[in-house]
Each structure stands twice: as C-alpha cells, then as structure tokens.
C-alpha cells in the first residue's frame, strides 16, 4: 500500500544568527603627554561623542549613532580608528545600507587585521555580500571565520551552509556543518547545524546519515522552533524510509512527527516570536536581519496556511504509521492505525486501502470471521475500489482456507454478484470446492456453466480436466473415457495430455486389458518421457511387468518410478513396489542405494526419514558391513535424542539395539586343533557399546537423552532376555521421567505404566502433555484412551463415558480404538445403560479383527448385563461359552466359573423329576458342581476370583 501524499508539514527554519554587530569597546585614553587646552577640548568632546554614539548604538538608533560616528572623524581628520570603523561598519549593516557597511569593514581589516574585533568584523563583512548578492565572496570571507574564530565557528559555518545550500552546492554545504560539528552539540547553533545536515541528507537519499543526526539532536531540540524544524525532517526521512522498503526505520522517524493541534500551536508560537523580532530589530528572540525575518515570517505564515487545510495530515500520519506495521507484520499495531483512519477520516483519499489493509491483517491474525466482515464492507463501500476483484476472490478464500467449503461455495457464488467481479474466476473457484467436497455433480454443472458463459476461459484446460476427473473418481469408465477424449480434442497440448493418456490407460488395464494398456503406456514413455506424471506411467507399467511374472522389467520400471516421481504419493509407491523387488531378488547394496539417495535428498521429511535409515541399515548388514549400518543408525540417533518431538528415535534405537546385540551362538564340540571361538560380549560391554553410540555431545545431552538412553538401555536387556533388568530399567524410567524429557512413544508408554500402578496422578501428567504437544503422532490415540481410563478409574462416570466417545470419533482408525470401545462399554454398563452397552460388546465380538480376550471380554459382559437385570437364566450361556472357549485368558475366564454359579444359585430353580435325564440337575447342584471344577483347576490357582469361589461352595 503506497501512500501517494507527499507534503511538507512544517518550518524549515534558516541558521538563527546575530541580528545586530556588536558594539566596540570603549575607545583606550591615548597616553600621550598632556596637551594644550584646546587639544583638551577636542579629545574630551570626541570621548564624549563616542560615547553618545556607543548609546545610540545600543539603543538601535543608528541613524543617530552614526551622526555621531561623522562628528569624531571629523575631529579625527578622517584617521582610521578601530572603534569608529566597527561602530560604522555595523550600524550600517544594521540599517541593510550594506555597501557603506562593506566600506567601512573593510577599511577596518585593511587597517587593523589583527584587530580585537577581526573575527566579528569579517563575520559581518561576509553577511554583507552575501545579502547585498555577492555570495560567492561573502562565502570565503566567512569560511575565514570558520577556520580561524572557534568562537563563531558554528554562527559563521551556518550562513556559508545556508549560503551554499540555496546555491545548490550540496556536498561543500555538507562539508562546511561536518566542520562545525567536529566539537560535538553543545549550542542551539550546533543543534541548527544538525538538523541543517541531516535534511541535506535526507534530500540526497543518505537516510543513515540522517538518521544517526537525528538520533544525536532529539535529546536537545526542546525549543518550539527546533521541534517544528526536527518534525519535517522526520516526516522527510520516514518518507524515504517508507520508499526504500527499510519499514523499521521509516517506523522510528514517523514516531516522532507530531499531530496537528501540536505542531500547529507549535508553528503559531514560531510566528509570534518572529512578528516580536521583527518589531524590535535586535531585541526579539530571533536573530536576524530586516530581510532575513521578513523571509522567514513569509515561509512560515505560508506553511501554517498549509498545516491547517490539510484535513487528513493526521490521517496520512496514521497510514504512514499503519503502512510500517503491516510490512513488518506487527498487524495488530497496523489495525489499530488503520481503525482510526477509517472511523475518524471519511474522506481520506486512501481509506479503501485502509480497509483492504484491515482484511490481509486480520486474515494473517486468523480472524477469519472479521476478514469477512471487512470484505462485505469494503464491497459496499468501494464498489470502484482498486481492490474490489481480489476482496471478491478473497471472501470466499478466506472461508476455505479457514476449513468451511460450504462457507466459501457459498460465498463465491455470492461474489459473482458484486460489481465489477471476476464472475469467471469465482465460479472456477466456487467448481474447485464444489469437487474438493467431493460434491461432484454440483462441480461438474459448474465448470460445464462457466465454459458454457466463457468459451474461451482462461480455465478451460483445467474445468474440463476435472469434468473428465469427477467421471473418474465415480467409476463411470464410459463417461471418463469420452470426457479425457474430449479433453484431449479440444486440448492437444493442454497441461494433462499425459495424465489424460495414463487415465485412460489405467482404465483398460482395470479391465483386465492389460497388454493393451502396457502398450498405451509404452507408448506415453516413448512420447513425453519427462512430463510432470511420468513417474505414475513408471509405476503402472511396473505393476503390469509384476502380474506377467517379468520381475527384471517390473523392477526397471518402479526405479524409473522412483527417479521421475513429482509427487509424494507416486515416490512412495515406487519406492515401496522397488524395495519389495530388490529385497526379493537380493539385489541390497541398489535397494540401500535408492534409500541412501532419497535419505539425501529429503532432508525435510522427517517422517520418512526414519523408514529410509531402517532400510539402508538391513541393506548394509545383508551386504556384511555391519559397522556401517550401526554408525549410520548412530547418526541418525544423536542429533535427535535430546528432541522429545521427533518420535521417529525411538525405532531407530531398537534397529540399533538389534544389531549391536549379539546373537546367541550353539555351543558346538571342539575341534582338535582348531582355534578357539572368540567369547561372547557380556551384557556390560555391550550396553558401553550402545551407550558411546547414541550419547550425543554434551551439549546436546538433555532429560529427553537421558530418558531415551536409558530405554534403549532397557530394550537391550529385552533383547538379550535380561527381563529382571528390563523391567528395572523400564521402573527407573517410569519413577523418574519429567513428562515434558518424554517422546510421544516414551509418554503413552510411561503413563499407560503409572496408570496400571495406579500413578494416576504421572499418568495424567503424561497423557495431558501428549494430548497438549503431539495431538497429530501415532501416540496420541494413547493419551486420549488413557485420560479416560483415568476418569473411569476415579469413579466419574460420565466424563470417562465423554473422554472415550471422543477416543472413538478422533481415532477411528486408531490401534487404541478396541480400547477406547471396550472402555466405553464398560463405562456405560457402570451408568446402567445397558441397551447401550450390550450394542457395543456384540460390535466387538463380530469384529474379527479384536479376535482374542476381547472376545472373552465381550461375552463375559454380556452375561454381566443379563445378571444385573436379574436375567439369570439368560446370562449364564454367555458364562459357559467363555470358559469352555476362551481357556486361554484365565482372568475372564475365572470370572465366568464364578459369576455363573452364581447365577445358578439366583437362578434356584426346583430340582428336576426322577424320571429326567441325568444332566438335568437342580440349579443348586449345578452351582456346586461348577466350582469344584473350577477348584481343581491349577492354571486358576493364583487368581483372587479362586478364593470367592471357595468361599462359596463352602456356602452351598
């Protein structure tokens, strides 16, 4: 957004130098011997006449002083005295009559040239010519001044800048202030002299030598005038700032130019003081001549005329400042600006851009809602506005970037609507979300509408690509293939001729055409072997080759696959379908290769990373560089370890762990003579060996490390059937782990540990954390299912019943998701809905995925169910089929002996006829009976369900 006013806003103040010469000293007594009488009288009136005239002199009266002045030369027979000479010379200059005032200073240096007053006296010498039009000369006699008075140095050194300036001789008036700078800032001249320099710099572009002036007189420049001048140099330097795109700087100079009502008060007070000066010449606050305070009241009156018709300079201030925010992407600070422009100033020119701005803020913010809000504003408010088609565009873009595609088709079609939109762009658009729902028919009528409307549209290629696409994907092969026949008619270099060509292709080869679509992808080959899509040509024909048993050219294909592949989706497959191939074949040291060549090249993709080092380690082991392989799965570990987000650690350290193991050997009979088998590592030297690969530097050594250290310390006491001292190791890590050192595989492992301990306080520690940190890994299903169990655990029902239901809907496709159902389950059967309950344990039991103890599980709840609605009769067959099926989880299976005799003792039917088969007894006996066969059994002995069942067949 480039602001297009540029103005000046305030007094550029010339040097303020002395307004009148300074008067002589008294003129000395000559100390010659005493004169006759006469003489007297001539000295003591001439004494006496000086002294008048000093008087006058004093007193602005220089007419009269100078009457006096002619009266002692006169007396003096016209002798050059010093003080005569200064008196005249300066009243003169004074009274602008700048040729006599030449006259006189110059007899002066001519006769006195190291006279008490020389320095004075050239000064006004120099501002004579220079005001009298003789500048050139005026400049060197006061660049004499300059170098040779440190006194008027600064005074001097201003009217040669301001001199040289108005000459346009940029560089010699920058020289001269650098001179008088040279002795730091310490006077208002020097201050002058500044600010003099650094709007010189600012005029020639050199904003850092400004800047750094600037940044030196901010901290004296208090007076009205000197903040009026110090107000346009800022605006000036921030305006170049702004044009040069140095935000931050432009930012810093804006900060310190004033509102209007200031600087207004501010330029008022300046014009007063002038008004004062100019009525009182030589007493007023500001220097100068008659001329000089003229000129200066004249340019300041013009630029108070100025200051005070701008009925936006406030809002070109608050642009400029909101202007500086946005390009440094400070957007809350540059809303607020904007804000004030568009509430306060209706009429500012740039007041659409302001809006505009609003909306790109606000949609960097992730305000959606309000962005939107801007854009239907803006719309009505700008329906000329320069901006207007991308606000359009933007309307809806906003709501399907923000994930709301019904939002954003809506609000393109709205769009079409609005005055000078691009109606084409919108409906491709509106068609783009319209497919991405996968809301195909409605996509399709639209893209056929806009080619339809626009003929020739710019969308054309792409629109009846995704006609021929939304065939596709409804598996409607007759409709595909004449649209992609369409396409390619109508577009014979269009972007997706291959694309089109592999589609078609991939139809007949879904037929069962294969040797017909070989021969259509052969061909694609042959004609675009570079195109974008050929890498999926690769794959398909690769696919081909592998059904006819053609293994060698199957596998030339996928690693073609692999090299030409644009996307992810085809690399991956490629890559899969090859290493399947050269795993096959043996072919490892390619099969390492290909993965070593993508590890290199896909430095950023950290979730394929870990996949890629675990191939390349196996190739290089089956390759017996067993070395090797360690040190790059060691490399891989130590710059990760102490980075408790990068889940992949972990399966490289047990990939490690499995190769630094060593491998249990057969003791086999000695051989006469033959060299002894080198001794096995113990358990110590190998967990050295492990511990020196993965410790990264100290540096780098963090909780995180030490955690993961220590597990794979205690996958490798697994490894080598050490499970006393695993276990231990995995204690140690579970009693002592922060949840903040942990990985999302070391936090669901620990807090699924410290929740069957009952820690439910680390457990919860952990699970929040995975759930805060690592929502998105393979983990957090964990966290979710845990935090549940925990709820359920402390007996709060319902929110246990709400924690597993969002477990179930978040992870659908979750390895926990048998957990979080049988959880919720559970917890529904302890809310007594048992309609509800028994739903899901029947979804359970005819899942034959979760084949095993949940199966047992599912039963033996069923059975529950029927008992706590006093069911007796029908709970027990769900009782039965568990521990006459499900012997081998003796848990479930204890429970169902128990919960089943006592189901028969509720049960308490009469005992059966005699004439009745044996088998039928009374349910009492069949109670008894069930125990004592569940008693007897000693894979149940150790269990606490053993102990009831004692107690109640002592009972019966």
């Known amino acids: 957004m480039r602001n297009a006013l540029c103005f000046a806003l305030v007094l550029a103040s010339g ?8 008067p002589p000293a008294a003129p000395a007594a000559p100390a010659a011997p005493a004169a006759p009488s006469g003489a007297l009288n001539i000295q003591q009136e001439t004494e006496a006449l000086m002294a008048e005239a000093m008087r006058l002199f004093q007193e602005a009266k220089y007419p009269e002083a100078l009457s006096k002045i002619d009266q002692v030369k006169k007396n003096l027979s016209n002798k050059p005295f010093a003080q005569v000479l200064f008196i005249e010379g300066a009243a003169y200059f004074n009274l602008n009559e700048y040729d006599k005032a030449i006259t006189a200073l110059e007899e002066y240096i001519k006769s006195f040239p190291e006279g008490e007053q020389i320095s004075p006296v050239k000064m006004a010498l120099g501002r004579s010519y220079i005001n009298k039009g003789d500048a050139d000369k005026g400049i060197t006699i006061l660049k004499e001044v300059v170098a040779q008075s440190p006194d008027l140095k600064s005074e001097a050194g201003l009217f040669v800048a301001e001199a040289l300036k108005k000459q346009d001789k940029v560089d010699e008036a920058l020289a001269v202030l650098k001179s008088v700078l040279e002795g730091g800032i310490r006077s208002s001249e020097a201050i002058q002299a500044a600010m003099m320099a650094a709007d010189l710099h600012v005029a020639k572009g050199e904003l850092d030598q400004a800047g750094e002036l600037m940044e030196k007189v901010k901290g004296f420049a208090t007076g009205g005038d000197n903040v009026a001048q110090m107000n346009n140099i800022y605006l000036r330097l921030g305006d170049q700032m702004l044009e040069k795109k140095s935000f931050r700087e432009a930012l810093g100079a804006y900060q310190f130019v004033r509102r209007k009502s200031e600087i207004t008060r501010l330029q008022k007070d300046v014009i007063a003081k002038i008004e004062q000066s100019l009525k009182s010449p030589g007493k007023g606050p500001i220097k100068g001549t008659k001329e000089e305070l003229e000129e200066k009241l004249k340019t300041n009156n ?31 600070e540059s809303l607020l600006a904007f804000d004030v422009i568009v509430k306060e100033f209706k009429e500012f020119p740039q007041r659409d851009r302001c809006v505009f701005g609003m909306i790109i803020a606000n949609a960097q913010l992730k305000r959606v809602t309000s962005a939107r809000k801007l854009c239907e504003r803006y719309i009505n408010e700008f329906p000329d506005g320069a901006d207007l088609g991308t606000v359009s565009e933007m309307y809806g873009m ?11 088709a809506d609000a393109f079609n709205k769009a079409e609507g609005f005055p000078k939109s691009d109606k084409e762009r919108l409906r491709f658009l509106r068609g783009n979300v319209l497919f991405e729902m996968q809301r195909f028919d409605d996509a399709r009528t639209t893209y056929e509408l806009l080619l339809n409307e626009f003929p020739e549209s710019a969308y054309k290629d792409d629109s009846l690509y995704r006609i021929a696409l939304i065939y596709f994907y409804q598996n409607d092969s007759i409709n595909t293939t004449k649209a992609l026949n369409n396409y390619m008619k109508e577009n014979p270099k269009g972007q997706f001729i291959v694309d089109a060509r592999y589609r078609l292709a991939f139809i007949k080869f879904q037929s069962r055409d294969i040797d017909n679509a070989m021969k259509d992808l052969e061909s694609i080959v042959k004609d675009a072997p570079n195109d974008p899509n050929i890498g999926q040509v690769h794959s398909l024909l690769g696919d081909g080759y592998n059904q006819k048993g053609d293994y060698d050219k199957a596998l030339e294909n996928f690693a073609a696959g692999v090299d030409k592949a644009k996307s992810e989706d085809v690399l991956s497959y490629a890559m899969d379908q090859a290493t399947d191939l050269y795993a096959g074949t043996g072919k490892w040291k390619e099969l390492g290769d290909m993965w070593q060549k993508y590890l290199n090249t896909h430095k950023d993709n950290e979730e394929q990373e870990l996949k890629a080092v675990l191939w390349i380690s196996r190739a290089r082991v089956k390759e017996n560089k067993l070395d090797e392989a360690k040190q790059l799965l060691a490399t891989a570990i130590k710059p990760k370890i102490g980075n408790a987000a990068n889940e992949q650690v972990e399966g490289l350290i047990q990939q490690l762990v499995s190769l630094v193991a060593p491998k249990r050997r057969r003791p086999a009979a000695p051989v006469e003579g033959a060299p002894a088998a080198p001794a096995e590592l113990t358990h110590e030297q190998v967990e050295k060996q492990l511990e020196e690969l993965i410790t990264p530097p100290e540096a780098g050594m963090n909780g995180t490390a030490q955690m993961r250290i220590l597990f794979a310390k205690a996958w490798l006491a697994k490894v080598m059937r050490e499970p006393v001292k695993a276990e231990k190791l995995f204690a140690v890590i579970i009693e002592v782990a ?3 050192d942990l990985s999302p595989m070391l936090l669901a492992t620990v807090g699924d540990n410290a929740r069957t301990k009952g820690d439910l306080d680390k457990a919860a520690g952990c699970y929040n954390r995975l759930n805060e940190f690592y929502k998105d890994t393979e983990y957090a299903d964990g966290a979710a299912v845990g935090l549940a169990e925990i709820a359920y655990a402390k007996g709060e029902f319902d929110k246990a019943l709400e924690l597993f239901t969002t477990a179930i809907e978040g992870y659908a496709a979750s390895s926990r998701l048998l957990d979080a159902t049988l959880g919720k389950a559970k917890t529904l059967f302890k809310l007594k809905k048992y309609d509800d309950a028994k739903k899901l344990y029947v979804q359970i039991l005819n899942t034959k995925e979760w084949r095993g103890e949940a199966h047992a599980t599912s039963l033996f709840m069923q059975g529950e169910i029927e008992f706590a609605n006093q069911k007796w009769g029908e709970a027990i067959p769900y009782y039965q089929r568990v521990f006459i099926a499900h012997q081998k989880w003796k848990s479930v299976m204890a429970q169902s002996y128990l919960q089943c005799a006592r189901a028969f003792i509720k049960l308490n039917r009469p005992a059966a006829p005699t004439d009745m088969p044996p088998r039928q007894y009374a349910d009492r006996e069949a109670a008894k009976l069930l125990l004592i066969e569940m008693t007897k059994r000693q894979d149940l002995k150790d269990l606490p369900e053993m102990k009831q069942a004692e107690q109640e067949l002592t009972k019966l």
Not at 15 to 22: G, K, R, S, V
């Open 15 to 22: 040097p303020q130098l002395i307004a009148q010469a300074p």
């Open 302 to 332: 013009g630029l108070l005329e100025e200051i005070e018709k701008r009925t936006d300079y406030d809002a070109s201030l608050y642009y400029r400042l909101g202007r500086c925010y946005f390009e440094m992407g400070r957007f809350w």
């Open 738 to 740: 922060k949840p903040e």
């Open 398 to 408: 906003l709501a399907y970037e923000n994930g709301k595609l019904q939002d954003a």
